[in-house]
């Protein structure tokens, strides 16, 4: 099973990548490392599919687990419920020494470790992505955070967790939407870093859907298929952060199709996209833009498009003009010293940050994508 | 003029440490580390006396000055209010480049610290301390956080600033009270870790109040020995931090007389002792439960007593039982692995950490100390 060491200095970690091994996470734990004391924060979704197992396996290993259950949806990841998680840790004695688990995809991974990274100015963390997206972008690189309602991720710290576990198996419980959205992180990687990456997920795209895990045989083809997903995912993002922890310069490529899909997101009050959904368009967007500036061939955004409709992505903006989302490009924190930074596509494998893109350029490429 | 280098890796930064140095603080702005746009974050009595002489020497420099107020006392040390910080810093369309300017106390310093960590995952961060607590103890050393109702900053992160920029001469302006609160940290910093600046402080008490700042020629020596005091101060606590930047081990050493002091301000809501008067009788608690543990001479427990009496600190704890004080010094962050972990005194200059002091001895010692 596929283990990836991040090497950051006094910060590095492993993560672990395995397929059913929930019912093992008990074997992490290490009281050289970390006291008995537990809190697995996770939704109530996620606490009915493998809440029991992982408390079981923790208490067999000696923890003593508590359960904070935080409501399902990115208006959780808040302010607030993060001082409500603070007052339960305050309740249970929690210490320096001890230690947060997230159970559960991105929102609670996000808000989870922003507690873990400020109570008492960092206690223990241990990711438990359930999802594609977390196991493949938000549970990688140490980067926690909680909404301001004008703005995501507003609040946050970068704070690197101990130990990253991912059991492959949990993708497939979940929804079809959602396993398609965070295919879109997948591809991203793919773009900004590895053809050969790219061209696997397109030979691959007929195992990554729900409809793959109702048989036995398929699922067994199909887990396989993921566990590389998801550890060449992890790989490149990892590759990103070893050389830029605090996104001070190359880590920005990982925004990639992340302007523009955050202000989509932004615009429609995160009611109408999931975050893949709008990077998905975001990445077609920013294509455009290159195309527009000659620096990227059509051919290739016709290709991603191709890949992203083949696995049921969105590939157009509706009912948005493009001027309400240009505008929205700054109020996102990827804005140096006021002049838009875009990440900007190459070749399928390759990009590069671009710091002067005519307003007029962008307004184009997102009409180009459906906008009004 | 002294200025101190505290090296830590990529986060290094100075201590400009001068006299009447805030009229020319625009000199710090630097358009290649920091974009124009700047926020002082202050309390209406510090703006009332430094406000304007701070704004128009950052404006004459170039940048453009916002000023954020945020009421005086601790109790304004908030999650609520870093939120109402936030909101503030949203409106004004703050990015990731953008300044915090702390000018004021602890307060001031710990909760717009946190919130230059967290906006946005840290923005750049100037320390202005105007009290001799911030000068000598929280403006150094990357500590921010606010309270939480059950704990004294509880929710906080490990953040370095970019500068810190120290005026002596906001010495002056300061009410005696606050005056010898400060003088609490400049002590601990003798028993820790300099005999010879001990004998300093003890050479030099004369100097060290505010009826030395009411004539001209006395304000000069003073300002003189005040020099020395902060810039001895903030070098012995830059050469613990750049040994355990986040509090891993030695750092502990800085807690001298904080666990007791801490407790008492807990039991009496912050509302009856100033940080520095519970960290005083702190400290004198901390060396009687040596005295006890026969570690420590109670000769110089008395010459700490004297000291700190002649700096008018106060060093008796009234109306307030043994019992309880010692309980609640489990709340306290210091507790490692549900053992109450204690810096205690080997001789004046040096001290140790001791891991399972009985909790009789604790009570013995705190009633030593006036307890009930």
Redesign the interface.
């Known amino acids: 099973m596929p283990k990836i060491k991040v090497d950051l200095g006094k910060n590095s970690y492993d993560i672990n990548i395995g397929v059913d091994t929930l019912r093992n996470i008990g074997e992490v734990y290490d009281p050289k490392v970390f006291?008995e004391q537990v809190a697995i924060v996770t939704d109530p979704l996620v606490e009915e599919l493998y809440g029991s197992r992982v408390r079981a396996s923790l208490r067999e290993a000696g923890c003593q687990v508590h359960t904070i259950e935080v409501p399902r949806g990115e208006k959780y990841k808040s302010?607030k419920m993060a001082?409500a998680i603070?007052?339960q840790l305050?309740a249970l004695?929690f210490?320096?020494?001890s230690t947060i688990i997230t159970l559960g995809g991105g929102v609670i991974g996000d808000l989870a470790g922003f507690v873990a990274?400020?109570?008492?100015?960092?206690i223990n963390l241990i990711q438990v992505p359930t999802t594609l997206l977390a196991q493949v972008d938000s549970s990688v690189g140490g980067?926690t955070?909680v909404n301001?309602p004008?703005?995501k991720?507003?609040?946050?710290?970068?704070?690197q967790p101990d130990l990253v576990y991912i059991d492959v198996k949990t993708l497939t419980t979940l929804p079809a939407r959602e396993l398609c959205t965070g295919l879109s992180e997948v591809i991203k990687y793919g773009m900004i870093k590895d053809k050969t990456f790219f061209e696997f997920i397109e030979n691959n795209a007929h195992h990554l859907n729900t409809k793959a895990f109702e048989e036995e045989d398929l699922m067994r083809a199909a887990l396989k298929v993921w566990t590389t997903i998801v550890a060449e995912s992890c790989k490149i993002k990892t590759a990103v952060v070893e050389k830029d922890e605090?996104?001070q310069g190359l880590r920005a490529i990982l925004n990639f199709g992340h302007t523009a899909g955050h202000a989509l997101e932004v615009l429609s009050k995160y009611q109408k996209y999931e975050h893949g959904e709008a990077i998905a368009i975001g990445m077609l967007v920013a294509c455009r833009i290159a195309n527009r500036l000659k620096t990227f061939d059509e051919g290739k955004t016709a290709r991603l498009e191709k890949l992203l409709t083949k696995l049921k992505l969105p590939t157009r903006i509706d009912n948005l003009s493009a001027e309400r989302i240009s505008k929205a490009f700054?109020?996102d924190?990827k804005?140096?010293?006021?002049k838009i930074r875009l990440v900007l596509p190459k070749r399928i494998g390759e990009v590069e940050v671009v710091d002067d893109v005519p307003f007029a350029v962008i307004k184009k490429a997102l009409k180009d994508t459906g906008a009004r």
Not at 117 to 122: D, H
Not at 335 to 338: A, L, P, T
């Open positions: 006291t302010l001082a603070y007052d305050v004695g210490h320096r020494d990274a400020t109570y008492m100015r960092g980067k955070a301001h004008r703005g991720n507003l609040i946050g710290v970068f704070y605090t996104e700054w109020v924190k804005v140096k010293g006021g």
